[in-house]
């Protein structure tokens, strides 16, 4: 279970660094916003987010273990750039570990009430559709491109 209370310890105090370091290098990340990234792109995520989530505040609570499975839930308030709306975003996630590192990280959210609270009137009036999903999937996508060459630069 350590890895994974650094893991959580290291996203309340946003070092995203820390969180990377305990990524094994092929890992597997999926949620809502970002349907499936590997390896450094999932890590770079965690470094983008921590960045430029300069109100972030997120706590958490390891819910269970079970062999090399944990789930935990946590909670995110933060401001959301592209609109300045406040999200409390509640999330169920399910983490993989071996050998010391996390190897499969699955985040569970409701997208519809998460484009609700950050996108205001379209989320609230287009978030349950598929086609707002995938809009926001490939800004998101976009964004931690950018933000990756950036940090290459």
């Known amino acids: 279970m350590a890895p994974i209370k650094i893991f959580y310890d290291a996203f309340c105090v946003r070092d995203g660094e820390t969180m990377a370091s305990l990524y094994a290098d092929d890992v597997e990340f999926q949620d809502p916003v970002f349907p499936q990234l590997r390896g450094e792109y999932a890590k770079s995520m965690w470094r983008m987010l921590c960045e430029k989530g300069a109100d972030l505040a997120v706590t958490y609570e390891i819910i269970s273990s079970d062999g090399d499975t944990h789930k935990v839930r946590w909670d995110a308030r933060y401001t959301f750039t592209g609109t300045g709306q406040q999200v409390h975003n509640k999330v169920l996630a399910t983490l993989v570990v071996k050998d010391g590192k996390i190897t499969k990280h699955t985040d569970q959210f409701s997208f519809w009430r ?21 809009k926001v999937q490939n800004r998101a996508r976009k964004s931690l491109e950018a933000y990756m060459a950036q940090k290459k630069n």
Do not use: D, F, I, N
């Not at 609700?116 to 995938?134: E, I, S, Y």
């Open 114 to 134: 998460w484009s609700r609270q950050a996108l205001g009137v379209p989320g609230l009036l287009l978030g349950w559709t598929p086609v707002l999903q995938k």
